[in-house]
């Protein structure tokens, strides 16, 4: 999971800078792993044995170009 958070105005724009207010990731990965479920993609989030995520400013090579996230869920082979 990477979720691409909109850039406030204060940030410095030739600095790289990290998200570090609100939404916070576990909050954000709670709330997609709900999602999936509740949509049929996963059965049971607590059957995850791997969770990858980051928060991230747009212009960063795996953000998107607006705010957003990318999800991947891949089966592991038993």
């Known amino acids: 999971m990477v979720f691409t958070l909109p850039k406030p105005r204060s ?6 800078t990290w ?29 995850l044995v791997a969770i990858r995520a980051a928060t ?9 170009d607006v705010p957003g996230a990318r999800i991947r869920v891949e089966a592991v082979e038993p």
Not at 11 to 16: E, F, L, N, W
Not at 19 to 47: F, H, M
């Open 11 to 16: 940030v410095p724009k030739r600095r790289r």
């Open 56 to 64: 991230v400013f747009p212009a960063l090579s795996e953000a998107l």
């Open 19 to 47: 998200p570090d207010r609100r939404p916070d990731l576990d909050k954000l990965q709670r709330s997609t792993l709900d999602a999936l479920v509740s949509a049929g993609t996963i059965e049971d989030d607590g059957r």
